[in-house]
Each structure stands twice: as structure tokens, then as C-alpha cells.
């Protein structure tokens, strides 16, 4: 069972197709960084950061750093828990990952990225702005 998460945390279910894996139907590891970004689309859909929202603030976030260790691997037909909520966000946010396999009931991997903040010309900000800082959840220590 998936470990207890903070409230804002999200959830997206998912089914690992038949595209997505190699001969011995093992989800290729590569394509876990598109379920991570089905979590983090929900995440940030959940406090009014998606794309259009942060085009009309006039800011982009773009991944910074991903790490992802593999624990069990995802096969043809699993179904599949992604779980997305926010770490720490200082100068970049960071956005935490458990991703469970719901047919064999294990956790087939945890994983973090880190999002940088820019204008909409693209020029990094050293702080996260108020108009995001104010839409991301207070974290408590």
C-alpha cells in the first residue's frame, strides 16, 4: 500500500500500454518520466499552475534536475498509482513522486524533480515570484 502523503498530494491512475514496453513487456525505464509528468500536470493543474495558468502570470517552470530510482518494474497491462506533491520551494520547487504498482502491489519507484521558474522571456529568477509562491502549499517543517 502506498505510503500516507500531505493533503495537497494527487493521485493519477494509469495503465501501462503495450507501446511503451520492450519485448518482455517491461515498461521501458524511460517512459517513466511521462507518468511522473501525468503526476505533475495533476499536481500543478491542482494549485492553478498548469500552462495556461502560468502564461497568464507571465512565468514558465521548466525541469531543472529528475532523479528516479526503480524499485519493481511495471509490465504490459499493470495498473499504476502516480503520486504527486510538493517538496521544498525556496528558489526552485520541488515536486515529489511515488509511483505503485496497484496489480502487484508494490512500489515500483519514487522519484523528484525540480522545476526552475522564469519570465516569459525565458531569463531564470533567483526566487520563486509571489503570484506562484501564493498558489503553492504552505509545508509544514
Given at each position: 500500500?502506498?505510503?500516507?502523503?500531505?493533503?495537497?498530494?494527487?493521485?493519477?491512475?494509469?495503465?501501462?500500454?503495450?507501446?511503451?514496453?520492450?519485448?518482455?513487456?517491461?515498461?521501458?525505464?524511460?517512459?517513466?518520466?511521462?507518468?511522473?509528468?501525468?503526476?505533475?500536470?495533476?499536481?500543478?493543474?491542482?494549485?492553478?499552475?498548469?500552462?495556461?495558468?502560468?502564461?497568464?502570470?507571465?512565468?514558465?517552470?521548466?525541469?531543472?534536475d529528475?532523479?528516479?530510482?526503480?524499485?519493481?518494474?511495471?509490465?504490459?497491462?499493470?495498473?499504476?498509482?502516480?503520486?504527486?506533491?510538493?517538496?521544498?520551494?525556496?528558489?526552485?520547487?520541488?515536486?515529489?513522486?511515488?509511483?505503485?504498482?496497484?496489480?502487484?502491489?508494490?512500489?515500483?519507484?519514487?522519484?523528484?524533480?525540480?522545476?526552475?521558474?522564469?519570465?516569459?522571456?525565458?531569463?531564470?529568477?533567483?526566487?520563486?515570484?509571489?503570484?506562484?509562491?501564493?498558489?503553492?502549499?504552505?509545508l509544514?517543517?
Amino acid at each position: 500500500m502506498p505510503l500516507r502523503r500531505p493533503a495537497h498530494a494527487v493521485r493519477v491512475e494509469l495503465e501501462i500500454p503495450f507501446h511503451d514496453c520492450d519485448p518482455l513487456f517491461v515498461a521501458w525505464h524511460g517512459r517513466y518520466l511521462e507518468y511522473l509528468e501525468a503526476g505533475r500536470q495533476a499536481l500543478l493543474r491542482s494549485r492553478r499552475l498548469d500552462v495556461p495558468d502560468l502564461i497568464a502570470l507571465r512565468h514558465r517552470l521548466y525541469v531543472a534536475d529528475v532523479r528516479c530510482r526503480y524499485n519493481f518494474p511495471l509490465t504490459y497491462g499493470d495498473r499504476v498509482e502516480v503520486t504527486a506533491w510538493f517538496g521544498e520551494h525556496e528558489r526552485l520547487i520541488k515536486v515529489l513522486y511515488d509511483v505503485f504498482n496497484r496489480t502487484k502491489g508494490r512500489r515500483s519507484a519514487r522519484a523528484s524533480t525540480l522545476l526552475a521558474v522564469t519570465d516569459d522571456r525565458g531569463t531564470f529568477l533567483p526566487e520563486i515570484p509571489e503570484p506562484i509562491r501564493t498558489r503553492l502549499p504552505e509545508l509544514s517543517s
